[in-house]
């Protein structure tokens, strides 16, 4: 079956940095997605990771490690618009597998 | 290039009646994926159509169901809705063949409530 584990909530100052953990555990695994949701809005796609190592995009960065079953989402000079839900999806059984996300809290 | 559109947005049922949901893709964006959103659960995979075929499918029961026309909009139905049912019913598009691992873009969601 698929297991996917985030933290529920955190909460990080403005113009910090933060780490969202993901760990998974998936058949078929081909690759790990972020995506980003606001209260009362569509999830919108962050990042995508299929092979190991980190990926960088401006203030965001993933990491992924396939044989950990281990990703996170990296957020840097954190601002107040950056408050959502992340969610961590994986791709296994031909399906795509959301964990139930993280809630971030960015406070002044 | 408009976004993921889905119709309607907002919804009141009551237990036992039937209800069907719209979604139109993103222009070329053939694969329609639908998902089911509450707060305890997060978000589960419903079913995903491609060329008018479902593709792959989550572990819901028979009264969910979907189709997809000749122009990828895709429409689910849901049949003797229940309390549980109420959620936020979400569409995602991507652009090709290449199934769970293509990106997909969500639309606006639609607001189920079960009376």
Redesign the interface.
Known sequence: GQNIDQPTEMTATEGAIVQINCTYQTSGF??L?W?QQHAG?????LS?N?LDGLEEKGRFSSFLSRSKGYSYLLLKELQMKDSASY?C?V??A????????TRLTVIP | KAGVTQTPRYLIKTRGQQVTLSCSPISGHRSVSWYQQTPGQGLQFLFEYFSETQRNKGNFPGRFSGRQFSNSRSEMNVSTLELGDSALYLCASSLSAGGPADTQYFGPGTRLTVL
């Open positions: 081909n690759g997605f995506y809005e569509a999830p919108t796609f995508y299929v969610l999806a791709t296994g031909n399906n795509l597998f959301f964990g139930t996300g």
